[in-house]
């Protein structure tokens, strides 16, 4: 994964009071730690953070208060998911090896879809360990032989880098296809024809018998 700049000031007062003013002025507050150095109070562009979370950023080289290459270890966000709080960013090395959660995406065309099926992702992210300089954009995993009542796994991704390993358990399921809804009921009634009991009917008919 190719490193992003990202410039960073030095945060001298902490507290959510100072947080807040931060947020006002459009920065964001965060912590950088690691390699057995002291962790440093940090402000950073919340414009910059938010292009670096789209495009999936998991590597950044600091520029500023810090220097080096540093890993977005974890995003903390508002109740909502529409607001970023907060970043902790690790320090980070090339013979360090890192946890990681990476977007897994489906590649092709499932045979499911003509055999009645829809095919359903239960899982959008999976965790790695990985060399930060190794971490993907994206893993993969290919539908194009996935049939109705089938499903692929974790240790069905085809795109793991060299040397990383899966934190995921690699028999969770990624992807599955599955009937659509509402054929069951379709089939049923398909297979049972018959003319269908209306209220009130009975007892009429039982009335009538009597008379």
């Known amino acids: ?5 990202l410039p960073v000031d030095a945060r001298p007062k902490v507290g959510s009071r100072n947080n807040l003013k931060l947020r006002r002025e459009g920065r964001m507050p965060a912590v950088l730690y690691g390699h057995n150095e002291p962790a440093m109070a940090l402000s950073l562009s919340y414009d910059s953070m938010k292009t670096l979370l789209r495009k999936h950023t998991k590597l950044v080289d600091l520029e500023g208060a810090a220097s080096g290459q540093a890993l977005l270890q974890e995003v903390t966000w ?4 529409r607001e970023v709080l907060h970043i902790d960013l690790l320090r980070v090395s090339a013979d360090d090896r890192v946890q990681v959660e990476v977007p897994v995406l489906l590649k092709g065309e499932a045979p499911g879809h003509d055999q009645g099926g829809v095919v359903e992702q239960v899982l ?7 060399a930060p ?6 893993l ?3 539908v194009s032989k996935l049939n109705l009542g089938g499903a692929l796994m974790v240790k069905d991704i085809y795109d793991l880098p060299a040397g990383a ?5 690699a028999d969770e399921m990624v992807v599955h296809c599955v009937r ?3 054929d069951a009921d379709i089939a049923a009634v398909t297979a049972a024809p018959g003319e269908p009991e ?5 007892e009429a008919e039982e009335e009538s018998e009597e008379k």
């Open 1 to 5: 994964m190719k490193s992003e700049k």
């Open 78 to 81: 508002d109740p909502f998911h």
């Open 124 to 130: 959008t992210e999976i965790e790695i360990e990985v």
């Open 133 to 138: 300089f190794d971490i993907p954009e994206f």
């Open 140 to 142: 993969h995993v290919d």
């Open 165 to 169: 390993a899966f934190v995921t358990d």
């Open 180 to 182: 659509a809804a509402g």
């Open 198 to 202: 209306v209220i009130g009917r009975k």
